[in-house]
């Protein structure tokens, strides 16, 4: 009773409070003041009614890709309208709204139905305070004092970070997802196209001769507006007349009363109408659409010619294999970005470019590709994407390469000094593999050089270990170090290198040489050494100075080292976005889920195993 029975409580004293104001005001005239208004008002009115309610009804697209419900833009874009024009109009509004929502999607259950509604609220207030600061800000008279705008778009700045760094937040044994940073600027666009329209929808209804600029009206509207959702009051009623009034001392009371008279019928009535009619008749189903894009499996697409041996970190990192048409690609999620990882199979990048896109906008997400080569970044390039060097993959021949002549010196000498230190190397797979003493080990490697990186570097895990190609590092009875490798038909790609401290000189050496041996052994042409940063050279000082302080903190000039030892071919790889300032956001992303090991956004789901179809009974036979 007290929790719904507050609202009206609320609405009854602000009704007082506006009564108490309008006395001495002839009540009888508000009805031939709202007949006066000019039929171009009632126009422009309705047109900015119809823009705000679409800028609206997205929220609920926007909530719908954030939980992955499935729903389709345009029943999702119907729902949410219906939803809001009766919950703001009967009040109680996240009841009203979930259970129209319910009504519209009874396939989702009301659970979801009040999630999604949970959602469309607390991000739009949350927006409606950004609004509400920056109008503030820039306005000149702006009825709220400069601090306390500054301080709500601090907190928003402190938002965008948490959603960021933190995009899935652990509380107990619960994790929440939150939105995305372009899910959060598509709210604040759309936030401010509904709040805009809808202040102009009222500014148009103003009669004559108020004096009342828009300017003035739209941060004391946005104001009223917010005070009225928080209320929960029907329609808003109380608190938004009583907002007005008292912030708008110098506008006549009964022009105002008559303004916020023909808002309401506007704004509230013909909205509820026209929402109670679409709630009546449920939405029809639309029909099934092929999918431009499904899940594939990993395994046989290893087996493609041209294949990348990495494309094994996906078992690890959440990520999934697409196809579209002829071609098919690795996609990983990360908390910002849709990532395709490496070169596409069967297909150049150019024709995965809209199916991506469409897969990135139905998670919130941008696109972007890594660590693609020259000619993928070449046809990004025609197609207006942002490309950038980001690496150097390091490739040998196995069946050139033979210790011989001035570039292997190094190597041939860390050879020698591993083998008088008595290390021998052995492959082993399977329930072949020293699980625990690989795993301590590696334990104790990351307590030297901390934790291991993620996303397209793998980590140790004993199931994720067991399906490489490992090759094992002893010396005097003891496990000294380990190497793992992706393994396809045609490539070999390094992932994991573990040795221990006082592992002797030449170790890691002594077990890529062997690597590179079996793979040979084995009729497989190339094995790559991974990639190491590009380098610190770039168009312009600030973008040397970023690459060399990032080159210096992934340790490449040593991991340069190392592996030019083997005088490998050095292969460039890029990195493509839509633009520049996606390509930068998909970057910091990228290099924050590299470096992070706590909770990552939920992982791409896998195509369920096909059921076997149960063959109907034989038809009885007919007697004779």
């Excluded at 600027?185 to 148009?204: I, K, V």
């Amino acid at each position: 009773m007290l929790k719904h029975g507050l609202p009206l409580g609320i609405a009854g004293v602000c009704c007082w409070l506006v009564w108490q104001r309008l006395e001495g005001v002839d009540l009888g005239s508000l009805n031939v003041a709202v007949r006066q208004l000019a039929p171009h008002q009632w126009t422009l009115a309705l047109a900015a009614t119809f823009l705000s309610f679409l800028a609206l009804a997205r929220y609920d697209v926007i909530a719908h890709r954030h939980f992955r419900t499935g729903v389709a833009t345009r029943a999702a874009t119907i729902s949410g309208a219906t939803s809001i024009a009766l919950g703001q109009t009967l009040g109680a509004g996240a009841i009203v709204g979930s259970f129209v929502r319910w009504r519209m999607h009874p396939e989702l259950g009301l659970f979801t139905a009040a999630k999604i509604t949970g959602f469309v609220t607390l991000t739009f207030l949350s927006a409606l305070a950004v609004a509400v600061a920056l109008v503030a800000l820039i306005l000149p008279e702006p009825h709220l004092p400069s601090w306390a705008s500054l301080l709500i778009l601090c907190a928003a700045c402190a938002l965008g970070f948490a959603a960021f760094f933190y995009p899935v937040l652990r509380l107990a044994r619960r994790e929440i997802a939150l939105p995305t940073l372009p899910a959060m600027g598509a709210l604040l666009l759309l936030c401010l196209a509904d709040t805009l329209a809808a202040g102009l929808a009222f500014y148009a209804l103003l009669p004559g001769g108020t004096g009342v600029t828009l300017a003035v009206l739209l941060p004391v509207f946005l104001i009223a507006l917010g005070l009225a959702i928080l209320s929960g009051t029907p329609g808003g009623m109380g608190p938004f007349e009583l907002t007005l009034l008292a912030m708008l001392p110098e506008a006549p009371q009964l022009e105002l009363m008559a303004a916020i008279l023909a808002f309401r019928l506007v704004y509230y009535a013909l909205p509820a109408v026209i929402a109670v009619l679409c709630l009546l008749r449920p939405l029809r189903a639309d029909a099934p659409v092929a999918p431009v894009t499904r899940l594939g499996a990993l395994d046989p697409a290893l087996t493609a010619p041209t294949a990348r041996a990495e494309l094994g970190v996906l078992r690890q990192n959440g990520g999934a294999m697409i196809l579209c048409g002829r071609g098919q690609c690795g996609v990983v999620r990360t908390g910002q970005t849709l990532t395709a990882l490496f070169d596409p199979l069967d297909i150049h990048s150019g024709d995965l470019t809209r199916p991506l896109r469409r897969m990135a906008r139905a998670q919130n997400r941008i696109v972007c590709k890594y660590k693609i080569t020259a000619r993928q970044a070449v046809h990004a390039r025609r197609a207006g994407w942002a490309v950038l060097h980001i690496a150097d993959e390091a490739l040998i021949c196995t069946a050139t390469h033979d210790l011989q002549g001035a570039a292997y010196r190094q190597l041939r000498r860390k050879l020698r000094q591993a083998d008088r230190a008595g290390v021998t190397v052995a492959a082993a797979t399977g329930p072949a593999l020293p699980l625990s003493d690989m795993r301590r080990l590696s334990h104790a490697w990351e307590d030297t050089h901390g934790v291991a990186r993620g996303f397209s570097m793998g980590r140790f895990e004993e199931d994720y270990v067991a399906g490489q190609r490992v090759f094992l590092a002893h010396a005097g009875g003891a496990l000294v170090g380990f190497i793992t490798l992706h393994a396809s038909r045609h490539e070999w790609c390094l992932d994991l290198m573990r040795v221990r401290h006082d592992a002797p000189d030449g170790t890691m050496h002594l077990l890529v040489q062997h690597a590179i041996e079996a793979a040979r052994a084995e009729n497989v042409p190339c094995l790559s050494l991974a990639a190491v940063p590009a380098g610190a050279k770039g168009v312009n000082a600030v973008e040397a100075g970023l690459r060399r302080k990032f080159d210096q903190h992934a340790n490449g000039p040593g991991l340069r080292q190392f592996k030019a030892c083997f005088a490998p071919r050095w292969q460039p790889l890029f990195m493509a976005a839509p633009s520049w300032a996606q390509l930068v956001l998909a970057a910091c992303d990228l290099i924050r889920s590299v470096r992070t090991n706590g909770p990552q956004p939920h992982p791409i789901p896998l195509p369920a195993p096909p059921v076997a179809e149960t063959p109907p009974p034989p038809a009885p036979a007919q007697a004779a």
